[in-house]
């Protein structure tokens, strides 16, 4: 039962091994640039080892995504997302988005890159990426932002269009802050800072005056 027990732990760290190695390389060479071959040459096993804990190459891009999003222990962000979605403050719901992600995207710039490769590649990852998480992120924000209307809150935008903008502040900053201008020169705040800016200028964006 030992011998069982330590063959599983052996197993289990290799497959780790070979998937952070994986990660790396793909955010450092690309998709194209990364064979299943190198990725075994960087980890010091055979290309069938790799086959052997990643049956296929989808199985390998499901694994990273999963790796990301259980990484911390922490409970995803839409799940965190709808509890505070039920008390409607809307500096919440947004600044702790908001917050949530920059300090991911300053952990793991690495990730970041990888994805940025599989979006300029048209890889299959990017798709995978944007089903598992954009998308839902973009459904329950949009659906909280039609119920804020349907409160009188809100102004009447297109809903996905608020995320959008919403979205796109918080991937510019993490970007620039990430990969561009690492030392700060353009603009150096800390996360909690940005988030609280960015929601603010969103808020006091689509939110109604008084007088309409």
């Known amino acids: 039962m030992a011998v069982e027990s330590e063959l599983l732990t052996q197993n289990s760290n290799r497959r780790d091994q070979i998937l952070q190695i994986a990660i790396k390389l793909f955010s450092q060479y690309g998709f194209r640039g990364t064979t299943t071959k190198k990725i075994a040459e960087a980890a010091g096993v055979s290309e069938a080892m790799v086959f052997r804990h990643f049956a296929s190459k989808q199985e390998l891009y499901h694994a990273i995504l999963d790796r990301k999003a259980c990484e911390g222990g922490k409970a995803t ?6 509890e505070i979605i039920k008390t409607k403050d809307d ?4 600044y702790q988005i908001i917050l949530d ?7 793991d710039p690495e990730f970041m890159r990888l994805l940025m490769h599989s979006a300029l590649e048209g890889h299959e990852l990017a798709e995978m990426f944007i089903n ?10 949009s659906f909280y932002i039609s119920q804020r209307q349907r409160d009188g809150v809100f102004r009447n935008l297109n809903p996905k269009l608020i995320v959008r903008a919403f979205v796109g502040m918080m991937i510019h900053h993490s970007i620039n802050t990430n ?5 700060g020169r353009i603009l150096k705040i800390t996360n909690e800072e940005a988030a609280r800016g960015f929601t603010e200028i969103l808020l006091n964006g689509i939110k109604k005056t008084p007088a309409e």
Do not use: C, G
């Open 77 to 82: 962000p839409l799940s965190v997302i709808n």
């Open 91 to 94: 500096f919440e719901v947004f």
């Open 101 to 107: 992600a920059l300090k991911k995207h300053q952990q």
């Open 132 to 141: 598992e998480s954009i998308v839902p992120t973009y459904e329950v924000l």
């Open 179 to 183: 990969l561009w201008d690492k030392n």
